[in-house]
């Protein structure tokens, strides 16, 4: 069950949102980690309603194997990223509700989704411009007295995932 939220952790959350994307187009990984909790997974199915135990996906991390995947982009020697693809994301249709059986009890935990563009230039490749879109569901986790976010859970579900797709080497 999900319940509404403020205009306040609206804004609040919308500011993450937002922050998380620039990091990632950006390939601030070092900075992008830093949004990411320690029970993080990170999934992008071949299909919205997919089941990462049963079926194949194009990405499926969870916290360690996301390090794995963040130290080699920050070695700045991954060939598929060697230079880093300019890339430019944007969001819209920002959906949030406040989680009622909060994954870690008695946390503040927010399920989010919104759609989403990610135009990606393969400067170190074909020099063509890789148009990414769908939709993204997020779950954040305020901490501390701050009411800190951190990203617990990020899926991406592509609107052509179940498609050939071009190489993914970056965070989507």
């Known amino acids: 069950m999900q319940t509404a939220v403020s205009i306040e952790e609206a804004r609040r959350i919308e500011a993450f949102l937002y922050l998380e994307a620039r990091l990632a187009d950006e390939s601030r990984y070092e ?20 089941d990462p ?9 969870n916290r360690k194997r ?31 509700e406040r989680s009622a059986n909060p994954k870690v009890a008695g946390a503040q935990e927010y399920a989010v989704a919104a759609n989403f563009v990610c135009y990606e230039l393969r400067a170190q490749s074909t020099r063509q411009l890789e148009v990414w879109p769908g939709r993204v569901e997020y779950g954040l986790r ?19 995932a179940s498609e050939p797709l071009p190489t993914l080497a970056f965070i989507l």
């Open 66 to 96: 996301l390090a794995t995947r963040l130290a080699q982009l920050k070695t700045g020697v991954r060939h598929a990223q060697t230079p880093p693809s300019p890339m430019r994301r944007l969001l819209s249709n920002i959906e949030i």
């Open 53 to 61: 135990q049963r079926n194949v996906s194009v990405t499926a991390d």
């Open 31 to 50: 900075e992008w980690e830093n949004l990411v909790d320690e029970d993080m997974y990170y999934w992008i199915p071949l299909a919205p309603d997919a």
């Open 142 to 160: 305020a901490h501390g007295d701050s009411g800190g976010l951190k990203m617990f859970l990020k899926k991406v579900m592509l609107v052509h």
